[in-house]
């Protein structure tokens, strides 16, 4: 620690640190353009130059380490008129647009030129005009604003991973832009929208659709990933009109993706459910709230056998939700609750732990010294998570994959195993072998003869050894192998590689809210019976519910042909049902064709509630947007069902009382906000040994980025990106010409016998003899489960 | 990075970017960055096209954008065809009171091209350029690789028949 001055003020600083930081955490405020708190130094603006005693000349407090004794002044009229000079350079060719400028009100060069600004200009040459790039759908620009800060430029270097913009030309003629035309296709691409100082990157969603002082701040928690990202969803007469990023360094710094951004646009959509409906004599019609849920609970009363009832629910809902959906099914004696949407392989259920998840802080993850991810595409699925493991890697963290695709990485790759779906157990073998053969415990029962025929290589040797020889490692599972069909098995040798490899087993888990979703007890296979405990219960899980064709489904915020691993199969369910209630924000012709009565519930932003994030964080919030006519906030609407049913403990009058029941159900205090980490490793339990040798050709399905959600899958700007061009089958070259396919070709896939138009594309980072078919995505609507086998049909 | 591209260099171009590559070290390929873009740009007849910028990029696994920012901040490369012979004029201080002014306007007339414009027999390009640094034999010009200074319209002539 040294002492320093600033102003008369004796400031505590830590050697090393610059005089900006220092000065901002005593809050003392310095001007800055190019300085960012989360971005490298490149001391470029000149606007912090204070005066530093002592020195020569005015010193840039972003880039003057402090020394034990300096004597800094930050208003003394040699600091002012430093800091007027350069204010006045900066306007020399900026247009001065601020009226019909999106960043008025909220503008660094507007709210400096103030303090600093001289209200006349010496300058009366020509002013520089820069041409506006087009760079996507997503960030318009307004180049001529631009006072060549360089946040934009460091962003994509340093956080992004992609160098995407870049300033181009030199001093007068020096451009920030793309040079070529480009679309910036960075997931994180909107976060230089926040960090542009000025006007010149602005919002082409909420372009000129408010003034910023009409904007009203909501801390609000982004729902599309498990990340649980902090942002503002700023509002003007309750609709939203722009999200931006809120820093808490412990889960998303200073970042937001650019779904958690974007997808707001889709809370708009013309497919909104704005009253009840009900269906009579196969005509739907409007009701009112009492008729459709007493038609609701009538028609499921009247389904004598419980056990005959299925209720699937997103798991993107609040914990809320979540936690009263359970208990009202579990209140009228139906086991049968779930969402595992994309699973099909149950068989180690009852080894879950009490909620998947990282078994660590979601920051904690850039401290990592090695990783290895287990089927996930990380950087599209959970975008923060990429960028944390990008932070590790860039601290010399050895990162690989075992993944059945070579997904584009923005950081290097210690090693990457790319191999089909089929093989991944196998694989996995091999790495198991590997840490048994380094390991000093003895050999857990059946695990050398499971894997003694498996060939290894010094490849495996090293990613193994990487594991072992960091202090802090850890054993991810994506979402992609939770998917898999025999993720059980894979699941338990990748829990032994971890302990072997004295690593963490840490989950990613699929929506926002999957951990919500397990400790409210959203699950069919166990329920809380007394403070912290939990019993089994013998539930169908989402494969069994649709396969043994029940008599009733409850379906809370799904769209089945989008929602679910096999579409078809769920699909059919529904036609061959008695009765099926939709709970669902939005209404479409396929949502129709499988409901009797449709209730309209809240999105995220339109109700309060709780999300709890992959690190057990619960974070609570209030509605930000207004609903959508007589759009109900779920928790409401199942206390009434609750009560319609006349089950005891339905008296909640806010959300909070819903959340804090839950707590006290898990043992923990109202003001409690974090599930502690309890280990996810498994007991031991050797999995069979499959071989799977098939000359078939296999469909890998990942969830694609922008598909995640009913909502997301509403937001057209997102849809228009690079990342949304998903309704395409990948194959490599090596398929393409044993089927003779041609890259562009338009060709049937059929999975048994269903059937979807796509176009082929070639792509060699598939692995051989499997089809990339992401699902969630309309040509998928129509197919079977995600892994099965697959068979590509020239049109 | 995508081989075709790299392919727009060639052999000798090849041999003589990686001599320069191998005085940096193998992690700070990217430092041979201007003398690969000098290279291709003699290889292609004094200009760059973007194809192989990108060429350059790839080849010193860089990334795009930076190789345009390098290639767009120097003077000395060129986004479009230039004439077999670049005069470059230095209009900068030292030249401009020594006369700088006389002799664009008597290379204009003489080439029948305006500054920044290229002969239509595509034998001269015309360009003005900040200080090269040889003030003192000012007002100078640069062709090629050689400095011609303390110029008047008499040498001129001389230089331009020389090199018809
Ligand atoms: S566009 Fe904005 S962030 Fe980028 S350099 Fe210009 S002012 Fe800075
Ligand atoms: S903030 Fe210090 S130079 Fe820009
Ligand atoms: S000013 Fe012309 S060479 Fe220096």
Redesign the interface.
């Known amino acids: 620690m040294v002492t320093i001055e600033i102003n008369g003020q004796q400031v505590e600083a830590e050697q090393g640190q610059m005089l900006i930081e220092a000065a901002d955490k005593a809050g003392i405020a310095i001007p800055r353009f190019c300085y960012h708190k989360n971005l490298s130094i490149s001391a470029s603006c000149r606007m912090c130059l204070v005066e530093v005693e002592k020195a020569p000349k005015p010193m840039p407090a972003c880039a003057t380490p402090v020394a034990d004794g300096m004597v800094v002044n930050t208003k003394s009229t040699y600091a002012l008129a430093a800091q007027k000079s350069v204010m006045e350079f900066l306007l020399i060719n900026h247009p001065l647009d601020c009226p019909v400028c999106d960043q008025g009100g909220e503008c660094d060069l507007q709210e400096f030129s103030i303090g600093y600004g001289s209200d006349k200009s010496q300058y009366a040459e020509i002013k520089r005009v820069v041409k506006d790039k087009d760079i996507g759908p997503l960030i318009a620009t307004e180049l001529t604003r631009c006072i060549h800060c360089t946040r934009c430029v460091r962003f994509g270097q340093e956080i992004a991973g992609?160098?995407?913009?870049?300033?181009?030309?030199?001093g007068d003629w020096m451009e920030i832009g793309?040079?070529?035309e480009k679309s910036i296709d960075s997931e994180l691409s909107g976060n230089i929208i926040d960090l542009c100082p000025v006007g010149a990157l602005t919002s082409k969603v909420s372009r000129f659709t408010y003034r910023v002082w009409e904007l009203a701040n909501n801390d609000s928690i982004s729902a599309h990933d498990c990340i649980g990202s902090n942002c503002n969803a700023q509002t003007k007469n309750g609709e939203i009109k722009r999200v931006i990023s809120r820093q808490n360094d412990s889960i998303n710094d200073a970042w937001i993706s650019d779904r958690d951004r974007y997808s707001f646009e889709g809370l708009q959509s013309d497919d909104r459910l704005t009253k009840p409906m009900i269906k009579k004599d196969g005509a739907w019609t409007e009701a009112s709230w009492d008729d459709a849920l007493q038609f609701a609970v009538n028609s499921l009363k009247d389904i004598k056998d419980k056990s005959q009832i299925g209720t699937v629910c997103s798991p993107s809902v609040t914990t809320e939700e979540m936690y009263l959906l359970q208990k009202v099914m579990r209140g009228i004696g139906s086991n049968n609750i779930d969402h595992r949407l994309r699973q099909s392989d149950f068989r180690g259920q009852d080894q879950d732990p009490l909620f998947p998840g990282l078994g660590m802080s979601v920051a904690d993850v850039a401290a990592q010294q090695a990783a290895i991810l287990i089927g996930s595409n990380v950087r599209k699925e959970q975008p923060i998570m990429g960028h944390q493991l990008r932070q590790a890697s860039l601290k010399g963290a050895k990162i690989s994959f075992v993944n059945p695709v070579s997904f584009d990485a923005n950081f290097n790759v210690a090693h990457e195993f790319t191999i089909a779906p089929s093989q991944m157990f196998k694989e996995l073998k091999v790495l198991a072998k590997v840490a048994l053969e380094n390991s000093s415990a003895g050999a857990p029962e059946g695990l050398a003869a499971l894997v003694s025929s498996v060939k290894v290589t010094d490849e495996h040797k090293q990613c193994i050894a990487e594991l072992s020889d960091a202090d802090n490692s850890m054993v991810i599972l994506g979402t992609i192998v939770q998917a898999m069909p025999n993720y059980s098995a894979m699941r338990i040798l990748a829990s032994y590689i971890a302990d072997a490899s004295n690593s963490t087993l840490s989950y990613l888990t699929p929506g926002a809210n999957t951990s919500g979703a397990y400790l409210s007890g959203l699950l069919p296979n166990r329920t809380q019976v007394a403070q912290g405990e939990f019993a089994n219960t013998d539930g169908l899980d989402t494969q069994a519910m649709f396969a043994q064709k029940l008599k009733a489904y409850i379906l809370y915020g799904i769209e089945v042909e989008r929602d679910l691993d096999n579409p078809v199969q769920a699909s059919q369910a529904l036609d061959n049902a008695d009765f099926v209630v939709s709970l669902s924000a939005f209404v479409t012709d396929a949502i129709k064709a499988g409901s009797d009565v449709i209730l309209p519930i809240s999105t995220i932003t339109e109700s309060s509630g709780t999300l709890i994030n992959v690190a057990g964080i619960w974070q609570s919030f209030n509605a930000v947007s207004k609903a959508k006519g007589l759009s109900k906030p779920g928790w409401k609407v199942l206390r009434v069902m609750g009560n319609l049913f006349n089950i005891d403990g339905f008296d909640y009058q806010s959300s909070e009382d819903v959340i804090n029941e839950l707590k006290s159900a898990l043992a923990l205090e109202n003001s409690q906000s974090e599930t502690s980490r309890a280990t996810n490793q498994l007991v031991w339990d050797c999995p069979e040994n499959i071989s799977a040798q098939t000359t078939d050709i296999q469909r890998i399905a990942e969830l694609s980025i922008y598909n995640v959600d009913a909502v997301t899958r509403r937001a057209t700007a997102l849809q228009k990106t690079q990342d949304a061009q998903v309704d395409v089958a990948k194959i490599n070259s090596a398929l393409a010409k044993k089927l003779k396919l041609e890259d562009a070709q338009a060709v049937t896939a059929k999975q048994a016998d269903n059937t979807a138009q796509v176009t082929i594309s070639i792509d060699n980072k598939i692995t051989d003899n499997c089809v990339y078919l992401s699902a969630g995505n309309v040509a998928a609507s129509s197919l079977g489960g995600g892994f099965d086998t697959i068979e590509l049909i020239p049109a | 990075m995508s081989e075709i591209n790299k392919d727009l260099i060639n052999a000798a171009s090849r041999v003589d970017i990686d001599q320069w590559v191998a005085k940096y070290p193998a992690d700070q390929k990217q430092s041979a960055v201007m003398a690969a873009l000098r290279i291709v740009q003699d290889q292609n007849g004094g200009w760059l096209t973007?194809e192989l910028m990108d060429a350059v990029a790839s080849y010193l696994d860089m990334?795009?954008?930076?190789v345009?920012?390098v290639a767009?901040?120097?003077?000395m490369y060129e986004h479009k065809p230039v004439g077999k012979h670049k005069i470059c004029v230095c209009t900068n201080i030292s030249c401009m009171v020594c006369g700088s002014g006389e002799i664009v306007d008597h290379l204009e007339d003489k080439l029948d091209v305006k500054m920044g414009g290229t002969t239509e027999d595509n034998r001269f390009t015309l360009k003005e350029v900040e200080c090269l640094g040889a003030c003192s034999g000012a007002p100078m010009i640069q062709i090629g690789e050689h400095y011609y200074e303390n110029l008047d319209a008499e040498k001129i002539d001389k230089i331009l028949e020389e090199l018809k």
């Open positions: 992609m160098r995407e913009l870049g300033a181009t030309g030199r793309t040079y070529i | 973007t990334d795009k954008i930076h345009y920012e767009t901040f120097y003077s």
